[in-house]
């Protein structure tokens, strides 16, 4: 079992930056990828970015495309460094990690196997 455990959220004005770090533990485990979900209020949970665990590459949403950063330290930690926040970022934000390899795209949530409890972001217009 993996668990994961987000931390870094918190109320910003917009313009502000945040940084978000998710923390991975458990029995030896595979990861392929590692990603960033979020959730508002009413809406449904989407696809924020995501980073290949072996090559290191990375995909955005076309939403936080040059405004967030996502980068991973060690074997364990997940970053997401959001700049020029807007207060349409106001979500819950979620890590999630991929075990093995899919035909199924990065950006779809339902192909990781593991996901954090959520940290809240807010920012203020």
């Known amino acids: 079992q993996v668990q994961l455990v987000e931390s870094g959220g918190g109320l910003v004005q917009a313009g502000g930056s945040l940084r978000l770090s998710c923390a991975a533990s458990g029995r030896a485990f595979k990861t392929y990828a590692m990603a960033w979900f979020r959730q508002a209020p009413g809406k449904e949970r989407e696809f924020v970015a995501a980073?290949?665990?072996?090559?290191?590459?990375t995909y955005y949403a076309d939403s936080v495309a040059g405004r967030f950063t996502i980068a991973r330290e060690n074997a364990n930690t997940l970053y997401l460094q959001m700049n020029s926040l807007k207060p349409e970022d106001t979500a819950v934000y979620y890590c999630?990690?991929?075990?093995?390899?899919?035909?199924?795209?990065?950006?779809?949530?339902?192909?990781?196997?593991?996901w954090g409890q959520g940290v809240h972001v807010t920012v203020s217009s």
């Open positions: 980073i290949n665990w072996i090559g290191g590459a």
């Open positions: 999630a990690l991929r075990r093995f390899e899919a035909l199924a795209p990065l950006a779809q949530h339902e192909s990781y196997d593991y």
